[in-house]
């Protein structure tokens, strides 16, 4: 890692010196590289290696390129490892907090789980009931079928003998329950 960084600020360097316009992305593209890699470079020879980037970067906004950012040495270190402290600190914290809410999370599942349940019991109990009274009305719409059916088959004057006789002496009995009921009025 240590000569792919020097590599790339002698190319810098080298790029810098030269001042073409045409050259100024390959430029920012280098300075960006040795940023990302000075970042995560943690060896001894770091704070003279920064310093050269440091350099570059004053040289390279000085020929026109912007967006740069210098490294900072010790504030950096110092950022990264408070930074490190607080995330620990927030893990702990985190963790208590996390136990509370994956046990209120639990009772609230097990409450709703019970009342799914519940609903569930009361779903199948209605459909119950729905299959008994559908199945009692079906029971009753075939009687009343076989009722009708009878009916529509049976015509007045297919009556037997024995009712034709029975259905002349009912109206014979009513003329003469008229009759009498006229002469008394």
Request: net charge positive.
């Given at each position: 890692m240590t000569k792919e960084i020097q590599l790339l600020l002698k190319e810098t360097k080298t790029l810098l010196q030269r001042k073409h316009l045409e050259d100024n992305d390959n430029i920012h593209?280098?300075?960006?590289?040795?940023?990302?890699?000075?970042?995560e470079y943690t060896e001894s020879d770091r704070e003279s290696l920064v310093n050269e980037y440091n350099e570059l970067v004053d040289k390279a906004t000085g020929a026109g390129i912007s967006k740069l950012k210098?490294?900072?040495?010790?504030?950096?270190i110092k950022k990264t490892e408070s930074i490190k402290i607080k995330k620990r600190e927030e893990?702990?914290?985190?963790?208590?907090?996390?136990?509370?809410?994956?046990m209120s999370i639990l009772d609230h599942s097990k409450i709703l789980k019970k009342k799914a349940e519940n609903f569930g019991q009361m779903l199948e109990n209605s459909k119950?009931?729905?299959?008994?009274?559908?199945?009692?009305?079906?029971?009753?719409?075939?009687?009343?079928?076989?009722?009708?059916?009878?009916l529509e088959s049976k015509e007045w004057y297919n009556l037997s003998t024995g009712q034709v006789i029975l259905l002349l002496?009912?109206?014979?009995?009513?003329?003469?329950?008229?009759?009498f009921i006229i002469r008394i009025v």
């Open positions: 593209s280098k300075l960006l590289g040795l940023y990302l890699y000075l970042h210098k490294i900072k040495i010790i504030e950096n893990i702990v914290k985190g963790d208590e907090q996390s136990e509370k809410l994956a119950k009931f729905v299959d008994n009274v559908s199945t009692g009305v079906r029971d009753n719409v075939k009687q009343v079928q076989k009722g009708v059916l009878s002496l009912f109206v014979i009995l009513i003329f003469i329950i008229m009759y």
